[in-house]
Each structure stands twice: as C-alpha cells, then as structure tokens.
C-alpha cells in the first residue's frame, strides 16, 4: 500500500491498519510466495508464430525484439533511450510513410524488472509477416549508415529535450505516486532513478548510441545477437508450413505471400525460386516486368502491372529476393532445441512451437536488488 498526499507518518501508518483492517488478512509466507523472475534467452534469432481464428481480421502484425543492455545500468538505459528517438522517427517515415505497410508502426522499449532492456520494432498492416519483417530487416541494414551522419547539433538538442523531460517538476499527487509506485513493484526502490538517468544522459555521446546498435541490434557485428521475432498471422493470409520454412528462404516466402495477396492463386514456391535465381544469373534488369507477365499470364482474370494495389510490395519483396542483404544467416544458437519440437528455417533462425518447453530450456535473471536499505517503520511497534 503506498499512501502519497498530505499526510503525516502516523497518518499513512493509521491509513494502512485500517485497511489491513478491513480485509482481515493475513500476509502472505514466504515458502509461499513465488518470485517474478525474467527468463534470459540466450543469443539466437527465434521466430514464435501463432494463427488468427477471426476471418474477418485481415491485419497482419510482427514484433522484431532485440535484446540490448540490463535495465539495472543506467547508462544501457540512457542510451537505448537515445536510440530509440532516433530511430522512431525514421522508422515510422519508412515503413509508415513512404511504404504505406499500416497504421500501427513504431519503436518501443520495455524493461523487466533485473532482466534486460529491449527494443521492440512493431508493424501492423495487410501485409503477409515474413514480408513485414523483411522490410524491418531493410531498415536495420541502412539504419547504421543514419547513425554515422546524425547531426550532432540535433543529437545535443536531443540530449537536451531528454533531459528536460526527466527534471520536470510533478503536477500532480497521482503523477508523483506513479513515479514511486514503478520502482516498489520492480523491487529496486530506486526512487533516485530519473535523477540518476538525467544525469548518465549528459555523458553520452553519438558514438555510444552507434556502439550499442553494433553490439546489440546489427546482426552483422553482434557477438551476442538475441532476437524474437514475434508474429500474427490473418485467419485468410497463406500460412507457410514448417517445411516451406525449412525448405525455402524467407525473401521467396515474403515474394510468394505478396503475389498471392495480389492475384489470389497460390503461387508455387519451386517455380518461383527458379525464376529468381534464373533472373540473378542472368543479371535481369526487367525481372519486374517478367515477373509480373508470367503471374498475369497464369491468372487472366487478374493484372499484374503498376495499377495493382499492391505492386509496391511485390516489387521490394522481388528486390529482396533477388538481393538478400536482410536475410542473413544468423550465427547458431549453443543449443540444439530440435529434442522439443522447434525446427529451423533455412537462414537459421529456430522456429519456437511450444513457448513453455522453449522457456523450461533457458536460464533465469537474478532478483531484483533493492537500491536502498528499507527501514522498518517505528510507529507501528
């Protein structure tokens, strides 16, 4: 219970008996009490899938999670903040505003009590998951090259704004017991926290935000690269089977969910990836325009030309098909997870079927550490 207002000491402690009071209960024992503990995954790139019922739902959604820092390190926390402004605003621009992928799309942190800070990239939108994370891959490989040219003039404002905002003076009762109330149920009793975080912002620099997405988020120097990739799938979007994920690459699994969408015909994955490794072979620069006349051949009923609604995607899922830059092969987990029926696509990725048998598998965060000694109140003796 946490009593916040104009009260004396004793008043808060009279406050709190009388409630205790009223409940006539008891606390409850310690054999009994099971702490929250925060599962650590091991580094690895995973994919959990999971299939609508509702045929009138037609949004697609992904989150790509990326594990970067402990929450327990403020300068981790100050820079992951840093990044995620800088990121947001472009990565709503890109797959927002110029690729029209959904309404909902953003960059978001989360923090788990003593596990570790995570950057979630989410997009929801009509388009087929794999492809959605595609483009989220795109935006990753040219999103370190923004990093090096960031203006350090907006970067200082940015520090500046972030600042600002953690020194503001409370308003209200209620704001000043959300911001106690946070640090108790974690079980830090870090009330210093945002004074601590204002004061680690104004030690960081650009080259700290670029070092922490080398080290964490870009798949191409991450020692530790730790992902989930989360995704929804529409009750009517074409469900890749576990041996189309083991047997064929992501970007012609993402091409092949765009030309469905378009032309609604299944599309033939082993003719499709013929076709694209025909057109890398011979260097094909109209591949666009062959591509979309053998699917309006195969479907008369059905054009396929740039008054498609979706010829947009079905021209950077090609670009990415025949230019794989975002579907890497990721470096193998430690663990071979094959024993509780996880599989893995062809890039490597590990493919989670069962979310409990996949967390009984990993290892667990610590407790939470108390920042401060609690001391117990005299006025209730």
């Known amino acids: ?120 990239m989410r997009v929801q939108g009509e388009s087929n998951p794999t492809y959605l994370l595609q483009r989220i891959d795109s935006f990753i490989h040219g999103f370190r090259q923004t990093l090096v040219e960031f203006d350090t003039v ?85 469900y890749p089977s576990a041996t189309d994920m083991t047997t064929w690459p992501e970007s012609i699994l993402a091409l092949a969910g765009c030309l469905e969408s378009e032309t609604h015909m299944p599309v033939d994955l082993s003719d499709l990836s013929h076709f694209i490794n025909t057109a890398v072979t011979q260097n094909s620069a109209d591949a666009l325009a062959l591509l979309a006349r053998q699917y309006t051949v195969a479907n008369s009923a059905q054009v396929v030309d740039e008054s498609t609604p979706g010829w947009s995607r079905i021209k950077n899922a090609l670009d990415m098909a025949m230019n794989p830059h975002g579907s890497h092969v990721v470096q193998d987990s430690n663990t071979n997870f094959a024993h509780i029926g996880m599989y893995q696509t062809v890039e490597g990725k590990w493919v989670i079927t069962d979310v409990d048998k996949f967390k009984a598998t990993q290892a667990l965060h610590g407790l939470a550490v108390p920042v401060i000694k609690l001391i117990p109140n005299m006025l209730t003796n």
């Open 154 to 238: 907006q970067f200082d404002a940015l520090v500046e704004s972030i600042v600002g905002k953690a020194n503001e003076q409370l308003t209200s009762v209620n704001a000043e017991a959300n911001r106690m109330w946070t640090p108790i149920v974690k079980g830090t009793y870090d009330f210093a926290l945002l004074a601590d975080e204002a004061e680690s912002l104004q030690t960081i620099r650009l080259d700290d935000v670029l070092e922490m997405w080398d080290r964490y988020i870009n798949p191409e120097t991450a020692v530790t690269y730790t992902r989930v990739d989360s995704q929804m799938w529409a009750a009517k979007t074409s």
């Open 1 to 120: 219970m946490l009593v916040v207002g104009n009260f004396e000491p004793a008043e808060a402690v009279d406050a709190a008996q009388q409630v205790n009071q009223m409940l006539d209960s008891q606390p409850l024992p310690a054999h009994s009490h099971v702490p929250s503990r925060i599962v650590n995954i091991e580094p690895g790139h995973y994919i959990y899938r999971h299939m609508g019922e509702d045929p009138n739902v037609l949004n697609n959604a992904v989150v790509a999670t990326f594990y970067c820092g402990m929450v327990t390190s403020p300068k981790d926390r100050t820079t992951m903040a840093l990044l995620s402004q800088i990121a947001k605003d472009q990565f709503f621009d890109q797959l927002r505003t110029k690729e029209q992928l959904g309404y909902n799309v953003g960059t978001y942190i989360n923090s788990f009590n003593s596990g570790k800070l995570t950057l979630d």
